[in-house]
């Protein structure tokens, strides 16, 4: 059963004041909230939102909270450095905190920058916060990589705060960012900035639970004007999926173009299966590479391999 979009924002505004005495008094003032006509949606108008000083008031200043942090600094400088990062892709669906744990040190032993934890599919909460712990005690930097508010841990690093920009559904543009805001900040997380942008077939599974309209594989310049946009909306990463198992990668062409328009770091990920594919991608601009399937199924040695290639 679907929860109304009404109480949805009651509890984000709880998350924010903590407490159920700081909601109903005069702290949250004037929260109007009224049926819009001929929608079946809600506008909310909170004229004033203060929250005590003991609250937020002795935190950081609008300027440094926007800033670069640990995990993104991380990542740039790996890129810097390498001329490209590995992520390897977590999905608490399909393993174990045991086998999330001994992936996690092989794949830092090899090379990986960092893990990016999500699926497209829920989790509990449990779940996921034990594969978060399970992969931190390898002492891998986790970022999560959430499909809903409910990807969201409070043992991770940082977050791909991301807008899935070619999704037709308004929830998955800035509906899921506006209630998960305002436990990212409850919670201590990074937020990295991200235009989420699905590239490929309709039947993925990604695209199909984000209501996505992919962009296919021989028009690059379509993915290039999104990332464009997304850059122009204040993020620094624009990640090009194909899907998880995806049949073919995105296109070193696509990748490519995107890097020709934009000054936006490129991530790709889905179907990327041999040390060829990787290195194809990574000559074309790709800064990030991301492998899933691969990690969790195939011998260590063709991750290792990929890994490598890039470098």
């Known amino acids: 059963m679907q929860v109304p979009f009404v109480e949805h924002c009651e509890w984000a505004l709880r998350t924010l004041v903590r407490t159920p005495e700081d909601f109903m008094s005069s702290k949250v003032d004037s929260c109007g909230l009224k049926k819009a006509d001929g929608f079946n949606s809600v506008t909310l108008s909170f004229k004033q939102l203060s929250v005590s000083q003991g609250e937020f008031g002795k935190g950081p200043s609008p300027l440094s909270d926007i800033s670069l942090g640990t995990v993104e600094s991380h990542l740039r400088n790996t890129i810097r450095r390498e001329g490209v990062a590995h992520l390897t892709l977590f999905d608490p669906e399909k393993l174990t905190p045991f086998v999330a744990r001994k992936l996690a040190f092989e794949v830092k032993k090899i090379g990986t920058a960092a893990a990016m934890v999500g699926g497209s599919t829920a989790t509990s909460v449990y779940e996921l916060d034990a594969i978060v712990k399970a992969i931190k005690s390898a002492g891998l930097h986790v970022i999560l990589f959430p499909n809903d508010v409910a990807g969201l841990s409070r043992y991770a690093d940082a977050v791909f705060f991301m807008s899935l920009l070619n999704s037709i ?33 309709s039947s993925s599974a990604a695209g199909f639970v984000g209501n996505a309209n992919p962009i296919p594989y021989d ?20 990640y090009l999926e ?22 936006i770091n490129v991530i790709t990920g889905g179907g990327i299966k041999t040390p060829s594919q990787a290195k194809e991608l990574v000559d074309a601009g790709a800064s990030v590479i991301v492998t899933g399937t691969i990690a969790e199924k195939a011998p260590l040695a063709r991750l290792r391999a990929i890994i490598r290639a890039i470098r």
């Open 219 to 238: 028009k690059p310049e379509l993915a290039a004007i999104y990332a464009l946009a997304g850059e122009y909306l204040g993020m620094r990463f624009a």
């Open 169 to 201: 559904n308004p929830y998955y543009l800035s509906g899921a960012q506006a209630l998960g805001a305002p436990l990212v900040k409850r919670y201590g997380l990074e937020p990295i900035p991200m235009a989420y942008i699905i590239i490929g077939e």
């Open 242 to 263: 194909a899907g998880s198992g995806a049949r073919k990668t995105v296109s070193p062409e696509m990748v490519q173009t995107v890097r020709r328009l934009c000054h």
